[in-house]
């Protein structure tokens, strides 16, 4: 029988291969069927029997046939007898289908934008590496890639389509890896869109996120999950974990040829017989349920508690600087001064009233006396007038004892809550309750699985069994489509360590999948990306969102969505000792980070060395040995660092990092005892308990390549290595002085440690924290006042220096408004009477800009109303005083009058000058 032109079909089956002779014979109106197996004929009721002929010949037409959702691979006909479809395969093997089964699926790569895309990455793909074989294998994978399949993320991202929204129960979510707040609603959103996005900071449970999102979509949903990165130790992590808790026998290991090799030699066996459970998963979710209700309020409460923590240590070192400040003050004490009873937000009342009061001279009024009366309990107020500089700061001293005590009370009212709930234990019993909801799952899907017998030639073949024996398949992010059949789709991807997959690995990935789940960070290292490339191309992006050498996966999905991108940062940190973490935290993270780390990891977590005056760096040039160290960093770390008394022991528990790899090498040869030493890109995704860095630069030659060693990515990479203690081994002056986010180390350290090697300045630092909600006091006051009042002026002010600060230029900048010109200055030993009067008599600054990592001022900033200005003499001459008093201490002052223009340009070259 010609297999193009007949179809026999036999109660149903197609026999067209085993038939020899088929007739009819019409008397007896049966169908005689003769085999090729023997010379018997066989009479069957017409009814029984089906012959089809002159078949419909199918075209592809750039489409791809798939059969009950399985693709089929290159196929040499496909033709249609009406009652079946006859596919033969690219060898030649007849496979018949129902039509129901089958469908074409038309290629979503076609049009004009989603073809240049791929165009351009394609273009690119020959070039991304010095080996050979490696671009060879990029540029073939890529130049497979001619169907996108429409239900793919990529046809999504090619083509700019909206995520779409699923609704899964979430009722059902099961955590058999423990979670918390944010690492909950990472998984809610990953279950309810085509593409989300979770951002993992340093020490955020990313891992244990990923492995929750896993349980769900393989035990409860049934899915298929393709876990890949460009980085091998991210993958290997998830499996190690998997396999830990007994669920290796879920994972194959697949990608480039020798991991198939590895894992088809020796696959894992399911063991669950032991996992089954009496209790119905019915009656499991409800317990599940009512658990969920109680751990949402207690997880709040967890988090609150966590962040009161974070604030107290904060509020702690605040107190020490201004201890160190008022002890240097001639202060009197007045013991009977009824505030110092008052709470801490009455004493800040107290302290922004009588301020708008004094800006107003409104002090002498009866009202305003009265007020003091009634209010605040003050009688004397001659006394207040004598001794206002004795009363202010003995109010500030008052204010953070007492915030200080409010803070320690709410952290014990927290933990009597959570201890009174037994939080601990209710965490615990729903993780033991997740598990065992994820192991009957997994008992009822393996528990009756035949021992696995796929091979490297056959598993494709026979995927649907292999996808359900295996249902998570890792890879590298480029090699995911050599484990899976061409063209066939994951339900879902998860990317991890997504700032570092470029944009070709990435589409490659995501051409395998239904949905995906992007897990990385952009404040952290990005792909590497050689720009010398661009030369040799012949395409270009079809906008920035493609655009290879400006973009991962994760910024550029980021881009393409905006604020559609369902997206989650993981807040709750569990790696660094919490003074270590809040570096990483202020300079990168805008304060979102928790940390549920305690202090007592280590008595000194920061230490900086600097090394003596002088060019230390040398540049190597000839040999094989070529690059950039600095021999006298690694003495210091060699004769100082390592000789302290803590790191006699265990030196394994140590790292050096450096951001270059000569240096690292050096210190690999010099440095025994097990520690470790490698590149900042190298130590992405590790930890130790102690991390020492060395940045290399010094003297003016090393001005050239600041900008590589003086990168955001790469210093909140390198400090959030750091579990107990970091190291900073550093250059004389350079980085303070010419770098940001070094220099901005440095002046963290600093604050951080009360160093008493540090300079002492004649400016102090400003009282962050105190002056936060003085501020915001005077805010809600002055909003009180009507709008035709002149201090409109300085609300438009703050509005135009947030937006300035909020750019990433000034990102190391923060502001207050109304300091007391008295808490700017370490001594008064450099003013005159008249000044010192000025200044003990209330004087305040209306914005001072400063540092947020010390806290030191940058900036102030006048507002001079017309009115209140130029029209009066006297307040001409307290303006000179001040600008006197403020270039004695060389603090730069900005004065900005209201009938002027372009403030916008000039606060912004003020904040230059200052930095240049």
Same mark, same amino acid.
């Given at each position: ?344 937000? $009455? ?5 922004? =009233?009588?301020? #708008?009061?004094?800006?107003? *001279?409104? &002090?002498? /009024?009866? !009202?305003? @006396? ?46 009597? $809550? ?5 939080? =601990?234990?209710? #965490?615990?019993?729903?993780? *033991?309750? &997740?598990? /065992?909801? !994820?192991? @009957? ?476």
């Amino acid at each position: 029988m010609n297999l193009k032109e007949i179809m026999v079909l036999v109660d149903g089956q197609d026999k067209t291969h085993e038939v020899r002779v088929i007739q009819h014979d019409a008397k007896s109106n049966k169908m005689l069927i003769s085999y090729f197996k023997g010379e018997k004929v066989y009479p069957y009721s017409c009814s029984r029997v089906q012959k089809l002929e002159n078949p419909k010949v199918i075209e592809l037409n750039e489409c791809v046939a798939f059969v009950d959702g399985m693709p089929v691979f290159e196929p040499q006909a496909i033709l249609d007898f009406g009652a079946r479809i006859r596919i033969i395969g690219y060898r030649g093997i007849a496979e018949t289908v129902l039509p129901s089964a089958f469908c074409l699926v038309e290629n979503s790569a076609c049009n004009n934008d989603a073809a240049s895309i791929l165009n351009y990455l394609k273009d690119i793909s020959q070039y991304t590496s010095k080996a050979k074989e490696e671009n060879a294998f990029l540029k073939r994978e890529m130049d497979k890639l001619t169907f996108v399949h429409p239900e793919s993320v990529l046809s999504c991202y090619l083509n700019r389509l909206p995520i779409q929204e699923r609704t899964p129960e979430m009722d059902g979510v099961i955590f058999p890896f423990r979670f918390n707040l944010s690492q909950k609603k990472a998984l809610e959103n990953a279950l309810a869109h085509s593409v989300s996005v979770i951002e993992g900071p340093p020490g955020t449970g990313k891992t244990q996120t990923i492995l929750n999102i896993i349980a769900n979509l393989i035990a409860v949903q049934k899915k298929s999950v393709g876990v890949v990165s460009n980085n091998n130790e991210a993958v290997k992590n998830v499996i190690e974990k998997l396999s830990k808790g007994g669920y290796g026998f879920l994972t194959a290991m697949l990608g480039k040829s020798e991991n198939q090799d590895a894992f088809f030699a020796d696959m894992p066996a399911s063991q669950v017989k032991e996992w089954d459970c009496e209790e119905e998963k019915k009656a499991l979710m409800e317990q599940l349920a009512s658990m969920n209700v109680k751990l949402d309020h207690l997880l709040q409460a967890d988090r609150k508690r966590a962040q009161l923590k974070q604030e107290l240590l904060g509020w702690r070192l605040e107190q020490e600087h201004f201890e160190i400040y008022y002890d240097r003050q001639a202060v009197e004490e007045i013991a009977k001064l009824p505030l110092l009873k008052a709470n801490p937000d $009455q004493i800040i009342s107290f302290l922004a =009233e009588t301020t #708008l009061a004094q800006e107003r *001279q409104q &002090s002498d /009024k009866i !009202f305003y @006396k009265l007020k003091l009366l009634i209010k605040y309990g003050i009688w004397n107020q001659k006394v207040l007038r004598q001794h206002e500089t004795s009363v202010l700061l003995g109010l500030q001293k008052a204010f953070y004892k007492k915030q200080i005590s409010k803070l320690e009370k709410e952290i014990i009212d927290y933990n009597h $809550q959570l201890e009174g709930a037994c939080f =601990e234990d209710l #965490l615990k019993d729903h993780q *033991q309750l &997740s598990e /065992k909801f !994820f192991r @009957k799952c997994l008992n009822e899907s393996h528990g009756k699985m035949a021992a696995p017998n796929f091979s490297k030639k056959n598993f494709k073949f026979r995927f649907q069994e292999f996808i359900k024996t295996f249902p998570i398949i890792l890879s590298t992010t480029h090699a995911l489509r050599l484990s899976i059949p061409q063209n066939y789709l994951l339900d879902y991807v998860i990317i991890d360590e997504a700032s570092q997959v470029d944009l070709i690995t990435g589409v490659l990935a995501l051409s395998c999948c239904r949905n995906v789940i992007i897990v990385g960070d952009t404040k952290q290292l990005p792909q590497i990306t050689n720009d010398k490339i661009k030369t040799k191309l012949k395409t270009e992006a079809a906008t920035p969102i493609y655009d290879y050498f400006a973009h991962s996966i994760l910024s550029s999905a980021i881009n393409l969505y905006g604020d559609q991108l369902p997206r989650e940062i993981l807040r709750e940190h569990y790696r660094c000792h919490p003074r270590i973490i809040e570096f990483c935290n202020q300079k990168y993270y805008d304060g979102e980070l928790i940390p549920f780390t305690e202090t007592s990891l280590s008595e000194h977590p920061l230490v900086l060395y600097r090394t003596v005056e002088g060019n230390h760096m040398r540049q190597v040039t000839q040999g094989n040995q070529k690059g950039i160290y600095n021999q006298r960093e690694l003495d210091v770390i060699i004769q100082e660092v390592l000789t302290a008394p803590e790191f006699a022991m265990d030196q394994g528990s140590i790292g050096i990092v450096t951001p270059y790899r000569k240096q690292a090498d050096e210190a690999g040869r010099i440095i025994s005892g097990g520690v470790q030493s490698d590149t900042v890109h190298k130590y992405q995704g590790r930890e130790k308990d102690t991390m020492i860095m060395s940045t290399v630069l010094s003297g003016t030659r090393g001005e050239y390549s600041l900008n590589f060693v003086d990168d955001p990515q790469m210093i909140n990479v390198a400090v959030s290595r750091a579990i107990r203690q970091f190291i900073l081994v550093t250059d004389h002056d350079l980085f303070y002085k010419k770098g940001k986010d070094i220099g901005d180390l440095i002046r963290y350290i600093q604050y951080s440690t009360l160093d008493e090697n540090v300079i002492e300045s004649q400016v102090v630092s400003i009282f962050d924290l105190l002056y936060q909600k003085y501020s915001s006091k005077l805010l809600r006051l002055k909003a009180k006042m009507k709008s035709s009042a002149p201090y409109q002026s300085e609300e438009a002010l703050r509005v135009l220096l947030e937006d300035i600060l909020s750019k990433e230029e000034f990102h190391r900048f923060s502001y207050t408004q109304q300091v007391l010109l008295r808490n700017l200055l370490h001594d008064t030993g450099l003013l005159t009477p008249d000044e010192l009067r000025y200044v003990n008599n209330r004087a305040s600054l209306d914005f001072v800009v400063f540092y947020k990592q010390d806290k030191t001022c940058v900036l102030v900033i006048e507002v001079d109303g017309f009115a209140f200005h130029e029209n009066k003499p006297d307040q001409f001459i307290r303006d000179e005083l001040k600008d006197n008093i403020l270039k004695k201490y060389g603090i730069r002052v900005l004065r900005l009058p209201t009938n002027g223009s372009g403030e916008d340009e000039k606060i912004r070259n003020a904040l230059r000058d200052c930095i240049a």
